[in-house]
Structures are given as C-alpha cells and as structure tokens.
C-alpha cells in the first residue's frame, strides 16, 4: 500500500485504487502515526492530539478507530491473526510501512541523499520529481490539528530547502561543463531564473534564495541584473527589518562585480551542507536537525564541524565562539556517536577560549566551557583530558549561576550531569541534577532541557530500582516530546520499557524470557535509524546478556552478536559458555576497568560474576571494592535501558569469592 500525506492524506493499495479509510478522525490517527515514522505514539498522547478536551469514553473511540483502519488497510488478515502494518507496541500504536511506501518520507530521504551526494544533473532529477510529489500543504485536510500545524511547518522549511538545494545542484552541475551547457542542465537557463524569481517573492526572508537567484541571472549572462538582485535583498534587509545583508551575500555581490573566477567553478562545499549558508545560520540549522534524530542527526553534527571551521577560517574569535556555544543540543548518553568530530570540537573550543583570555565575555566562555564538557564524554575521555573536561563542566556551572542566565544553567548542566560518573553508586546526585533541570526548564520554558531532564530522572530511578518513578519520568518525557517534536525520545523510553519487561520476567507471574528478548529486539529496531551509533553499538547484545544473567542462563554465543565496545567484559562469560575456561582466564586478566559512564556498574557486575566462576580471587576483590558503594542499585539500571538485576547479588558472591 502506500500512504500520501503531502496534500490531503489519503492512501492506495497495491493495484493504485483509494482505501477508504472512514471519517476524518480515522484519517487523523493514520496520519500522526506517518509522522512518528514508525516510532510508537502512546493511547494517551494520540488521545490528547484528537481531541481538546477528550470525552469520558476517547480511549474507547481511539480503539475503535484502529480496528476500522486494520480493516480497511490489511482487508486479507485473517481472522485473530496480529496486524502487520498498523500495529500494537506497548501502550500505543505504531505503523509498520517501508518509507517508501510514504510520500514525506521519501521526499525526506530524497532531500538527505540529494545532501550527501555531490552536485549532479541526476541529483537534482531526483530532488526535482521529490519535489513534485507535493500536491499542496502537507496534511491539508488537517487544518486545524496542533500537531500537524507543528509537522506541516517542518515539512514546509524542508521543502523550500529542497527547491533551494536543487537550485543549487543546477548551477553547481552547470559550472562543470561551461556557459553553453547551463541552459541545458536546467532545461533553460531562464526558467530556473524564473522559478528562484517566483520562490524570493513568495519568500523575501530568506537569503540563500536571493544568492541563488543572483547567481543564476549572472551565469546566465546578466551580470547587472544580479546586483541589482543584491541591492534588491540588501534594500528589504535594511528598511523592513534594519539587518544588513550575511557575509555570504555580502562575499557573492563583490565576486558578481569583479567577475570572480569563484563564479565559473564548482563552489568549495562544506561537507553535507549548502555552501550558501552562513556558519551562523548553519549551526541553527545543525542544532534544529539534531532534535529530529536519524539522517538529520548525523547531517546536524557534520554540519556543526563545518560552520565551526568556516568561522576559524574567518578569523573572528567573537563569532568561532558563539557558533561553538550555539549548539546547546542536550546530550544523555555519556558515549560520543562521532568521537574524532567530538575531539574536532573540543580543540576548536579550546584553542577558542585561549583566544578569548580569562577576560573574555563570561557567557561565551561558559558556553565554550560547557560544549568541551559535553564533547567530552566520560566514556571517550581518560586521565588528564578526562579531569579538565571535568574542571570544565564546574566552571561553566559556576558562571552560569553568577550570570543568572537560566537556558545557559541548563547547558552547563548537562556537562555536568556527564562528568557524573565517576564511580559506581552516583544515582542520587544524578537525579539532583535531573530535578533542577525539570524545575529550571518548566519555570523558564526550555523544552527539550525539560525532556532531558526527566530522562536523567528515568535513568536515576531505574538505577535505584524505582520502576514505578521511572516510568512516570518516562512519560513525562514523551508527554513533552509529542508536543515539541523531539522523536528520539520514545525510542530512548521504548528501550526503558523493554528493561521493565525484563526485570518482570524474573518475577513470578511475569512476562517470559522470549517476550523480554522481543522487547530489546523491538527496542534495537527503533534504534537503528536514529542516528545514535554511539548509544547503539554494542547495546541488544549486553541487554541480552543482561536477561540471561537474570535467569541463570549462560551468556549468548552466536557470530550474529556485535558486542561494540562492550566485548571485554563480556568476552570471559561468552568463553565460558563455549566451555573454553583457560581463555576465559587470560580474557579476564586482560579486562580493563570500565569506563566512567552509564554502564559502569553492569560492567563491574560482569568482572565479578567472572571472577567468581573462574575462581579468581584478586579480580573478585577488586570489583566487589568498586561495587559497595553501589549495593542499593541496579546492575545496567543507570543506563535506563537494561538491567542485569540486583548489583547486591554480584556483590555478594565477589565478596565470597575474594575473601581470604
């Protein structure tokens, strides 16, 4: 089937022929779950989006809903047989679809190809035919729904991005073949001067469009058009809202003027990025496409580098500054998922500061302090680079109080709450950190501070084995999310909700062992794309691990586990369950110990369960040494993601085994 969302939703079985999919409120459950692009959307939250004020029965009336779209969309399921596309996953619904098989996602992935692949003829072809999928306003028969004003504003700003990108890759695919072939490329040079002339008067504000217009009057032989096309935006900047023209518009009208040889190659392009934009307004762009997670993730943080270099590449301390301290994007796990761009980051940061001197401005230097802190995970940073990432996390802290600046406080909190592992049993300290940044973050409205927030408390509770409190944090944060558009979080509460199934599946009377695994496999999948690689690698297999501890069976062995970073401390429990003790011997005398980060104490609960079933008392010692302070919680429960049971289990069987 496929289902078109950029218009009026409507949807198509296989032959092309319309499903009917009932009322209006039937069309709206379908279309929120399209754009939760196949992550789950809670009852709760899809009741509050269709209804103000939901009537006593909406929970009722949503399930009805979901039955009549299951029958209008899989019309040949069997009786009692479970939905395959508009499926139940924990308290709410998800829409299993290939992305192909959804108008806005396809533009979507269109526009992230279109952005990784260098300037080409066909690149644009298949921006252009993206682009024509549009039949009207996205989700146009939904013109009143909060969350699809918020959706189709998303949508919108990557559209006018995708005209204005292919406009681009026109010109740039242009200039590699010479002045004869640009009419060529764009079927005729005029009418892509007359497509971007018609785009910059429906949309005057925006800057890149007046550049690509200027450029495409100049490579098609008007030199004098294109400046008065300059002078035109810098009149509308100045007078309508007293702003003088970017740096990128400024820099392209004195090339038009002198004719600068830059205008007849293919422009020098930051990596992923449009060359036309500022650093200032890429690194905006970079820390809104962050929120959005997947491939806009990793576009965000390439992007990120790239405004930083160019705004070294300039030469003005003042602004290096403020685009390293833009990017205030909250950061939960205390692994990088790109940790040479992290070091890239946190050099220019650095070298930053030293340019700014002790007496530079101190909101600058709190945020430059913050970002080196952020960059600087725990579980990337070692020794001396670990203590000034620390010192820097308190520092930043510090001037954010003494400047009363509350959005500031919240980044600096951050840092701080990632330099917060620094031995095993920390929870409480955590979670103070976690409650300021709630109480901070709903007193002065920063959203996505509040969400971390409670997803530092989530990840505090489960530590303390407090399920009841985590989940409540957990919702909470989903609760947020669903109105600020922030989908990484339900995949982070759906991996939550996976390690509660687990920790009951060692209950009586709880779900099984097969039904946990499902549940890590079902979070996983949603992980995938979610652009994280540094939360991911490694993760489903030491969740596994986790749940067979919990039932006293031997750890996975298959060549499908991927262990990441985590294989020496699971490396002597696998050979031990391959019947292979001597090399399970020289595998824990080899593990290091772990990093200070969210899993610490599941890593120090594994070298102890190994040491105590190969007997080796000197290595059972030491972790029951690092594992006291944390008697109370839980092994994995830090991360809020697995949970491996009872640290004081391990703990007590290391403190046997290394007792003299």
């Not at 992980?527 to 994280?532: H, R, Y």
Request: hydrophobic share 45%; glycine share 8%; aromatic share 4%.
């Amino acid at each position: 089937m496929r289902i078109d969302v950029l218009g009026a939703v409507r949807a198509c079985n296989d032959d092309g022929g319309p499903i009917a999919l009932g009322g209006p409120r039937h069309r709206e459950v379908l279309a929120r779950l399209v754009a939760a692009e196949g992550r789950m959307v809670t009852a709760d939250t899809l009741v509050g989006d269709l209804w103000t004020e939901p009537p006593a029965r909406a929970l009722g009336a949503l399930r009805t809903f979901v039955a009549a779209l299951r029958r209008a969309i899989e019309p040949g399921r069997p009786p009692r047989t479970p939905p395959r596309v508009l499926v139940t996953e924990g308290t709410g619904y998800a829409l299993r679809l290939p992305r192909a098989a959804v108008d806005a996602h396809r533009f979507q992935d269109a526009l992230a190809e279109a952005r990784r692949s260098p300037p080409s003829p066909e690149g644009a072809a298949a921006l252009g035919e993206a682009l024509s999928s549009w039949r009207g306003p996205a989700y146009a028969d939904l013109p009143d729904a909060a969350w699809a004003q918020r959706e189709r504003a998303r949508l919108d700003e990557l559209r006018l991005q995708a005209v204005e990108l292919r406009a681009g890759l026109l010109l740039d695919a242009g200039q590699d073949s010479g002045d004869a072939d640009v009419a060529g490329v764009a079927g005729q040079g005029s009418g892509l001067v007359a497509e971007l002339g018609a785009h910059v008067a429906e949309h005057p504000w925006r800057e890149p469009a007046w550049g690509l217009l200027a450029r495409a009057l100049y490579r098609d032989g008007r030199q004098a058009e294109a400046l008065a096309t300059l002078r035109r935006a810098r009149t509308m900047l100045v007078e309508r809202l007293g702003l003088d023209p970017g740096p990128a518009l400024q820099r392209l009208e004195t090339d038009i003027l002198n004719r600068s040889a830059t205008l007849e190659a293919a422009p020098r392009a930051w990596p992923g990025t449009d060359v036309r934009l500022g650093p200032r307004t890429t690194v905006e762009l970079a820390r809104t496409l962050a929120l959005a997670g997947s491939d806009a993730l990793v576009l965000s943080r390439r992007n990120r580098l790239a405004a930083i270099e160019a705004a070294e590449r300039a030469g003005d301390v003042a602004l290096t500054a403020r685009v390293i301290g833009a990017y205030d994007v909250p950061a939960i796990w205390s692994r990088a998922d790109d940790p040479g761009q992290s070091r890239a980051v946190v050099s220019a940061a650095e070298r930053t500061l030293t340019a700014l001197g002790p007496g530079g401005p101190a909101d600058l230097r709190a945020r430059i302090l913050a970002t080196v802190a952020v960059e600087s995970r725990s579980a990337d940073t070692y020794g001396s680079a670990a203590q000034n990432a620390h010192r820097a996390a308190r520092q930043a802290e510090a001037l954010a109080r003494e400047l009363g600046d509350p959005a500031l406080l919240a980044f600096t909190l951050n840092g701080v709450f990632l330099h917060s592992f620094s031995r095993p049993g920390l929870a409480p300290e955590r979670d103070a950190i976690g409650a300021e940044l709630v109480t901070l973050s709903t007193r002065h409205g920063l959203p996505t501070f509040a969400i971390l927030g409670r997803l530092v408390r989530m990840q505090s509770a489960s530590a303390r084995g407090d399920l009841r409190a985590a989940d409540e944090h957990a919702t909470a944060a989903e609760e947020i999310a669903s109105v600020h558009e922030s989908p990484l979080v339900s995949v982070l509460t759906l991996w939550f909700r996976a390690r509660v199934t687990a920790a009951r599946s060692a209950e009586e009377g709880g779900p099984t062992a097969a039904a946990a695994a499902a549940a890590y496999r079902a979070a996983d999948e949603a992980l995938k794309t979610a652009g994280m690689p540094g939360l991911r690698h490694g993760l489903l297999p030491l969740a596994l691990l986790g749940l067979r501890l919990l039932h006293d069976r031997p750890a996975p062995t298959g060549p499908q586990y991927d262990w990441g970073p985590h294989l020496p401390w699971a490396a002597p429990l696998v050979l031990l369950a391959q019947h292979r003790p001597e090399e399970a011997r020289a595998a824990l005398a080899a593990t290091p110990e772990p990093p200070r980060d969210h899993l610490q104490e599941a890593l120090w609960c594994l070298t102890a369960h190994a040491a105590t079933r190969l007997g080796d008392r000197e290595t059972a010692a030491r972790a029951a040494t690092a594992l006291r302070d944390a008697r109370d919680e839980d092994a994995g429960g830090a991360s809020g993601l697995l949970t491996l049971g009872p640290v004081e289990r391990y703990l007590t069987e290391a403190e046997a085994a290394g007792a003299v």
